[in-house]
């Protein structure tokens, strides 16, 4: 069956130790589903993995199975039947997923990929994990009498929101303040998600705080956390700022209570701290420390979007960022850093000096605007760097992160946002777009990032084993299979298709081996499709291929420089001949939902036509950037 074929390609099947070794050194993330024998791969997350791959369509995510059973690295795997995704970058254990949770393992794919990008592009640090969900028979003794929380519902945390895990310690509740402290924390806009009383045990707080064990009052610590109740919170905010971990950490102050009473005499330790480890009040450190805590002190915490619980699926979304001429080029690098750690991919990226006009259809809704003027002079004083970014709920995390328009309004209210920390002296534009709402991010993609259009072949040679897999990975980069036709090329067709090569002496050679067979010609369609296309070719001759692009699809293929396996137009301009060279008159504008396996044979009307000009390729609606070239990637 051909889409069995497709999952298979989709996700790399690791059968054995060689091949789950050849896993590890892939670089990028692979998301492997590791599975029993017995059951198989978990089919319920293959077509979330698709869409994944095809919204970020990102070189460095990858996706595999692997039977537990054959592999010796899987071996405390074995047996469990609960569907378990583990998390690889860089040969290292970097995050686990228990349970077919689509909204969660969707999330976690865009969180892992964007944090192994930062440490492949930026050099940070990649953190390792242990999978605590395995654990030896003899612990697992210990860990069942551990008191579990006793709320044994699952606790909601929209998937979309930020949360922290906060704590009201002994102290403060033996002091009887837990109530009015759990009313200031409610006034200052903090929205309490789950809310939990109870005493930790010794050995909780001890694993909680397991950080801070080297310390000298370590133990005092554990003494203390297990002396008596505490409320246990997690928080989300009711405007989400995003960074509720940092806003709850300035509300509670410095952990010093001596510090907290001198710098911040309104914060909770300093209103309710006793002495130095009874400060009151715990907050934790950052997201994924707060990840960490929730899973560890709400063992029944999933994560949820409002529209999951209507039953619907949350979508990796995208949104357009500008940033704008004049930010400085050091500063560029800091907000990529910025966007990279707030969990986006950078799908597209160009940069691109705009016209006046361009700037007029761009912001065609604020041209009557007093500020327009400043805008303009802003926008064409030099080139704009333009990025689709993706995440869930990316238009509003993105809009979240960039503040207030205004930069005077982010300055005052909101020091931290990007535009606020960005803003350029003097100058009354902000320095950061972000699309308004989903429909605009739509538009405005499509003004710098048009979807182009080329024509790829498969070539006699590929077409007996080749042919599903070729086809298979142009689905799974995201490619629009327009039009396609199987055909045994003339001579004359043949000829003519390649005449820039007539005085070659590989000429003739050339056209006996293209007419030798048969061959699928397919039209396809994405952003930058010409560039991402032959990207995926390689080099021309395969020998070349394997050494410089070994996953490329000549490298894998191709077995010589003329039995190369596939084509592709080499600019914008002759991916136009050649599509209505060999398709003619294109009609329609559809899709076509094929599978591969049954290869039609589709409109190839009359190839004098000139509706070829009419189809809308590459031309925006706006009239935008239609004929540029695009980066995909580093500008
Ligand atoms: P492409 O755009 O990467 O396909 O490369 P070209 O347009 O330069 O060449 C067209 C096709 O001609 C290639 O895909 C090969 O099949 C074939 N070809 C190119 N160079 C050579 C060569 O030096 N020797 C032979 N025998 N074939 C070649």
């Known amino acids: ?53 095809n919204e970020l369509g990102d070189d460095l995510l990858h996706f ?97 929101k930020s949360y922290t895990v906060a704590i009201i310690k002994p102290d403060a509740v033996a002091h009887g ?11 200052a806009g903090f929205e309490i998600l789950a809310h939990e009383e109870r005493t930790l045990t010794e050995v909780e707080a001890r694993d909680f705080y397991q950080h801070k064990a080297a310390e000298v009052d370590f133990e005092d610590l554990v003494q203390f956390m297990s002396s008596g109740l505490s409320h246990i919170l ?23 209570i001596e510090e907290a009473r001198r710098e911040k005499p309104e914060s909770l330790r300093a209103q309710y701290g006793t002495q130095a480890l009874f400060n009151a009040v715990h907050g934790s450190e950052d997201i994924d420390q707060a990840g960490r805590e929730l899973a560890f002190l709400f063992p029944n915490f999933r994560t949820a979007s409002v529209t999951e619980q209507d039953g619907e699926e949350e979508r990796v979304e995208r949104t357009l960022a500008l940033i704008r001429p004049n930010v400085a080029r050091e500063n560029r690098e800091e907000i990529l850093a910025k966007i990279h750690e707030s969990g986006f991919t950078v799908a597209l990226q160009r940069e691109e000096m705009l016209t006046e006009k361009q700037v007029r259809q761009f912001y065609f809704q604020h041209v009557e ?53 960005f803003a350029v002296e003097n100058e009354p534009i902000n320095p950061l777009h972000g699309s308004a709402s989903h429909d605009e991010a739509e538009r405005e993609i499509n003004f710098f990032f048009p979807k182009q259009q080329t024509l790829a072949m498969i070539k006699p040679d590929a077409m007996m084993e080749h042919k599903e897999k070729i086809w298979e990975e142009i689905h799974a980069n995201g490619f629009s299979v327009m039009q396609q036709k199987e055909t045994v090329l003339s001579r004359e067709t043949a000829e003519e298709f390649y005449k820039e090569h007539r005085e ?42 394997k050494e410089t692009s070994p996953d490329s699809l000549r490298a894998r293929f191709g077995s010589d420089i003329l039995h190369n396996s596939v084509h592709g137009s080499s600019t914008e301009k002759h991916a136009e001949e050649e599509i209505r060279f060999i398709f003619g008159d294109i009609s329609s504008e559809a899709e076509l939902a094929g599978d591969g396996e049954t290869v039609t044979t589709v409109l ?14 590459s031309k925006s609606p706006t009239g935008g950037m239609s004929d540029n070239k695009q980066h995909n990637g580093d500008p």
């Open 504 to 545: 070659k002496l590989f000429f003739s050679q050339l056209v006996e081996f293209m007419c030798s067979g048969p061959c699928v010609m397919l039209i396809l369609k994405k952003e930058n499709a010409v560039e991402d296309w032959r990207a995926m070719l390689g080099p021309t001759d395969p020998d070349q291929a």
């Open 369 to 421: 605007e007093d500020f327009f003027p400043a805008l303009l002079q802003n926008m064409t004083s030099g080139p704009v760097l333009a990025m689709t970014l993706a995440r869930i709920e990316a238009v509003e995390h993105w809009n979240n992160i960039l503040g207030p328009s205004d930069v005077n309004k982010a300055r005052e209210e909101s020091p931290e946002s990007l535009r606020a920390q």
């Open 1 to 53: 069956m051909a889409s069995k074929k497709k999952e298979a390609s989709l996700q790399a099947s690791v059968t054995n130790q060689e091949q789950w070794e050849e896993m590890l050194a892939t670089k990028g993330l692979t998301v492997v589903d590791v599975y029993q024998q017995w059951c198989g791969p978990c089919r319920a997350v293959v077509s979330l993995l698709r869409k994944i791959k």
């Open 604 to 617: 190839a009307k009359d190839k004098d036509s000139s509706a070829y000009e009419n189809s809308g390729m």
């Open 177 to 187: 303040k837990a109530n009015e402290i759990i009313m200031k924390i409610q006034d």
């Open 234 to 256: 997690v928080l989300s905010q009711v405007e989400d700022s995003t960074n509720v971990v940092a806003a709850w950490r300035e509300f509670i102050g410095p952990a010093d």
């Open 64 to 160: 595999a199975t692997a039977e537990a059973d054959s592999i010796d690295a899987l071996e405390r795997y074995r047996g469990k039947c609960e569907p378990t995704f583990l998390f690889y970058g860089g040969g290292e254990l970097v995050a686990v997923l228990r349970g077919a949770n689509a909204p969660l393992l969707q999330r976690m794919i865009v969180e892992e990929l964007a944090k192994e990008k930062l440490v492949l592009e930026q050099g940070g640090e990649r953190k390792a994990v242990k999978d605590d969900g395995l654990v030896d028979d003899d612990k697992a003794e210990e860990e069942e009498t551990l008191p579990q929380s006793e709320n044994k519902e699952s606790i909601i945390v929209p998937a979309s």
